[in-house]
């Protein structure tokens, strides 16, 4: 089982934690809302979590130009 980071604007890979048994408290999962985890957590059939974060990038184009969060993506 692996545990994927994407960025959810650019799509950009954030890196991998490739654990046996992950705990998702550990984890901070448990920290999240259900809508939360719904929107930022997927799993592939493999078993492997895909996890949607922010990259440094797009954190500072966000914090340089605020009218940004009305688009999906950034990079378009």
Do not use: W
């Amino acid at each position: 089982m692996a545990l994927h980071y994407y960025c959810r604007h650019c799509s950009t890979k954030l890196g991998t934690i490739r654990e046996q048994k992950l705990d998702t408290e550990q984890l901070g999962f448990h920290q999240l809302t259900n809508e939360e985890r719904q929107d930022m957590i997927s799993y592939d059939s493999a078993g492997d979590i895909h996890v949607k974060a922010i990259c440094e990038d797009c954190q500072e184009s966000f914090l340089r130009n605020p009218d940004l969060h009305q688009h999906d993506f950034i990079i378009q």
